[in-house]
């Protein structure tokens, strides 16, 4: 039960009820059933139990009965331990009520339904009931969990052309891919149509995750996407719009790949990094990885060694040398709203498609970590909990 404190007298105070967790988890409304892990491993650790539900701590906080939850490849990597450190400075530094690491709840993107929300949050926001979609950041306890608490301004309403399991299948990933192009490739800056507009763009390994939203953002925001990937998903990126696929065991691929340069950006989604990009020839101006060695050399050589360790990639990359001719940066997934507004605003324009690769029923969560675990996917592993809630 939520209770929101309305002021009866200038030195009094009365309380009255706003919403009640509306879980349909028959044998007791009071616990929700979540996959958790108490140490770092491997898929062995997930484990699905009855918790408590989660409280409201914050005004504008909701409680979210999960619909359904995507896998990404973070989700494996937190499992593994990845950014372990960070993410526990990160819960100190944020003093949450939830800054203790284990048990650990993966998931970072989900659709539902609002069953709970802070008085902060009016009813022309949102309202009990209310269909939506949202990211949790990564710091927070996530969503692969019949229900979730989320700040509001990480959650929209559910566009309604995306069927649940759709809906969850973009944000984690969309949001990866807004804000490596808008953010940390300065396509911000460069907010004019002249300015952008058929500008070069390739990005290598387009069919995952990201690569598929990040070839629909370049595209809806007039650039000529280039991307590559294997022969057998060369025709789901030409659907989506890719100006040319090219096939990346091809013999003359990075013949190929040079002839269309030079790029505004490379996006390397494929783990390729910046050396073998610079030593095959790729000529761009920024070459962006999602690859990160940010938390990995924290965790390998602690805060301070890791700090050292990370400024010295950042000059090694970006000294102007002969052969550093574009600038290298790293790419993030960024829980922002404004980036949660644009996908809203692409998918309802028709210019944003999900693809989803398989769809797990709750209970076969761990089998969807062990298929992203393989790597190579063409599109979104999606989790399935509509029937636990029927």
Known sequence: MYRRLIPKTKFKAQYRNVSKPATRMKENPERMQSWQIHTYGDTKELKLASVRMPVISRPTDVLVQVQAASVNPIDVDMLHGYGAKVLNLLRKAKNLKTDIEFPLTMGRDFSG?????????????????????????????????????????????????????????????????????????????????????????????????????????????HMQVITTCNSDAVNVLENLGADVVIDYKAEDSD????????????????????????????????YITLNSPLLRNVDELGYVGGAFKNLADLLKYNIPLKENKSFVKWGFFAPCSAGMKTLQELVEDGKITPVVKKVYPFEELPRAYERATQGHLRGKLVIDLQSRNE
Not at 196 to 201: E, P, V
Not at 277 to 284: A, P, S, Y
Request: proline share 4%; glycine share 12%; hydrophobic share 40%.
């Open 113 to 221: 339904v609002v069953v709970g929300k802070g008085h902060g949050i009016r009813d022309e926001s949102l309202k009990l009931g209310d269909e939506v979609w949202g990211v949790v950041p990564v710091e927070l306890q996530g969503c692969h969990a019949t229900h979730v608490v989320v700040s509001h301004d990480l959650v929209r309403l559910r566009p309604k052309m995306l069927s649940y399991i759709e809906a969850a299948s973009i944000p984690y990933a969309g949001l990866t891919a807004w804000s490596a192009l808008w953010i940390t490739g300065g396509l911000c800056y460069k907010t004019s149509l002249p300015t952008i507009l058929n500008k070069r763009i390739l990005i290598l390994g387009g069919s995952g995750g990201v690569g598929t939203l990040a070839i629909q953002l370049a595209k809806a925001w």
């Open 255 to 286: 013949d190929l790949i040079k002839n269309e340069g030079p790029y505004e950006i490379i996006l390397d989604c494929a783990n390729q990094g910046p050396e073998l990009v610079r030593q095959k020839g790729f000529e761009c101006g920024t």
